[in-house]
């Protein structure tokens, strides 16, 4: 158990809808980060936060977007679905964003587009 | 841009029948290479980070090496427990964690 917590587990919904995936990373840690495997692509980043403020971007699409809250879980949201967003959706968190630190990625969110 | 390459992309080992995954990259200014260990429908788990050519780390039948363009993770002795999917990543001085495309390893008893 690496400490970091997502809800749900699993989603299925229909193309069109917006849906809300959420982390809660490690106890005291402040980054979190988000990202997406499907399986032609591997495990994407999509992007960072820091403490509340987003610290680095990879390849999100624009109908996505995330936000840290100020108890610095996070939530990633993604709407106007297609069937392609079907994957499986990390989170992982490390003390303090920098890039020697080690990141721990939470147990996912299968997200399932019919 | 960083480039994550690992090979082979499968590997069948009889119980007991050590081998090792290879890890090649390509990155300016690496600041980190992180091995996890991933099982079907879960998390990826963190196993080991190296820092610079040279470092080795050490944990049960599992150990990592890095050189200046590739890293190794050598299984000896595998259970068939330590069937999984293996991944490498690399950190440059941006903020990107680039992955490879893993290395599925099974491990028959």
Redesign the interface.
Known sequence: D?G?TQTPKHLITATGQRVTLRCSPRSGDLSV?WYQQSLDQ????LI?YYNGEE??K?NILERFSAQQFPDLHSELNLSSLELGDSA?Y?CASSVA?R??????????T?LLVL | EDQVTQSPEALRLQEGESSSLNCSYTVSGLRGLFWYRQDPGKGPEFLFTLYSAGEEKEKERLKATLTKKESFLHITAPKPEDSATYLCAVRSAGNMLTFGGGTRLMVKP
Do not use: I
Not at chain 1, 42 to 45: I, V
Not at chain 1, 99 to 108: D, I, K, L, R, V
């Open positions: 690496s970091v980060y591997g495990l994407q980043f960072q610290r680095a990879g499986l990390f964003g890039p020697q630190e080690t990141q721990y990625f939470g147990p996912g299968r």
